[in-house]
């Protein structure tokens, strides 16, 4: 028995890149293969040594593969994890779970009849400011959690838009950022039951929005606000706040707000305010800045991946979670489409 875990990466495009990185700086885990019917993954392939396969069939009928990471386009998500579960195989399937709902609930319940794991990219879970804060929920340093506040303002130029799909249905950034977002507003907050959600696309005039505000319920009780933009030059996101992809220049400024009954939190940058001596508001209110762990999240993924193949760990992002994303964003976007609140109590 080999003591690394062996890992392939199916789809050896942007994010795939990064994950293969991230496999060679683990020294838990090694690069099984590359999976990539293009010439870039083969090329891909050639840089690290690692065997290539154009295919995910033949990769898995090859074997020497304790888990796979499937970085391929979302159309391709279902149909690899299934493969991937019908083999015995653990995957990490890169967000969203699945192109569709049908498709992404087939995945868990595969995963769950078959006891293989089944973990979704939602790697901003591994960060260490995201457990911290979650922690402080948890202990209840917050008190009962009221209500919950994201900012997702950033300017994409416009040649990020010369790659046709993302002026169409379905690459706005609502699926593509907003997604990420969400999934920490339901990992703070519990499952949202019900969103409202509007949504424009006045200043690009694309199909696609440019600019949405949600309104949300959480099962829990708590309320909700999302506001998002790619058009509006700000610092006021998770992408220019949490310095976790060097992509993005870093700011000091903060993206989300948790409001409690005992006290509040801004997240990334960890101040919690609270009223020291008498609870009121005109009373002072101090901050505790609490110190930030900074460690990169796709390393501490695949890490934690390892983890999950050798010694069962449960998933920290599971496919049911993966499930929940998804179904939110949709209901977000049926919500904008329609004009009307949808409930999310029944999509799961
Ligand atoms: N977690 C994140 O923050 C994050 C960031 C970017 C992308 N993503 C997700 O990762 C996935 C890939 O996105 P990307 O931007 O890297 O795309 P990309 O287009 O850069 O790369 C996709 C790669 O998959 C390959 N491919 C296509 N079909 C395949 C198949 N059947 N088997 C194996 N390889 C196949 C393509 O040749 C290409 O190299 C998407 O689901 C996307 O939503 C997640």
């Given at each position: 028995m080999t003591t690394t875990t062996r890992i392939a990466v199916a789809g050896a495009g942007l994010i795939g890149k990064r994950h293969i990185d991230a496999i060679l700086a683990?020294?838990?885990?090694?690069?099984?293969c590359v999976i990539d019917p293009s010439d870039a993954g083969r090329i891909v392939a050639a840089q690290t040594g690692a065997p290539h396969f154009t295919d995910l069939e033949s990769a898995l009928r090859r074997g020497g593969i304790d888990g796979v990471i499937l970085a391929t386009p979302n159309q391709r998500h279902a149909e690899g994890a299934l493969m991937c579960i019908d083999a015995g195989c653990p995957v990490l399937v890169e967000?969203?779970?699945?192109?569709?709902i049908d498709d992404a609930r087939a995945i868990v319940a595969a995963g769950e009849a078959a006891g293989v794991a089944v973990l979704v990219g939602?790697?901003?879970?591994?960060n260490p400011i995201i457990a911290k804060a979650r922690d402080l929920i948890a202990e209840g340093a917050?008190?009962?959690?009221?209500s919950v506040q994201a900012t997702t303002w950033f300017y994409k130029p416009e040649?990020?838009?010369?790659?046709?799909?993302?002026?169409?249905?379905?690459?706005g950034p609502i699926f593509i950022n907003l997604i990420h977002d969400i999934d920490l507003m339901q990992h703070f907050a519990?499952?949202?039951?019900e969103v409202h959600a509007m949504q424009s696309?006045?200043?690009?005039?694309?199909?696609?929005?440019d600019t949405a505000v949600i309104i949300l319920r959480f099962g829990s009780g708590a309320l909700g606000t999302m506001n998002l933009s790619d058009t509006v030059p700000a610092p006021w996101s998770w992408e220019l706040t949490?310095?976790?992809?060097?992509a993005y220049p870093a700011t000091t400024e903060t993206a989300y707000w948790i409001g409690g009954t005992k006290a509040s939190l801004a997240v990334p940058n960890l101040a919690l305010w609270s009223h020291?001596?008498?609870?009121?508001?005109w009373s002072p209110i101090t901050a505790t800045n609490l110190p930030l762990e900074t460690s990169d999240p796709l390393l501490r993924q695949i890490v934690h991946f390892c983890d999950v193949i050798r010694h069962g760990a449960a998933p920290v992002v599971s496919g049911r979670d993966g499930l929940a994303a998804l179904a939110a964003i949709e209901a977000v976007k049926r919500s904008a489409d329609t004009g009307t609140p949808v409930r999310l109590d029944a999509e799961l």
């Open positions: 683990v020294r838990a885990a090694e690069l099984a967000k969203p779970l699945a192109s569709s939602h790697h901003r879970r591994h917050l008190g009962r959690i009221v040649d990020y838009f010369e790659t046709g799909w993302r002026r169409k249905a379905g690459a519990g499952p949202a039951t696309s006045a200043v690009r005039g694309f199909e696609v929005e949490a310095g976790e992809n060097h020291p001596d008498v609870q009121s508001w």
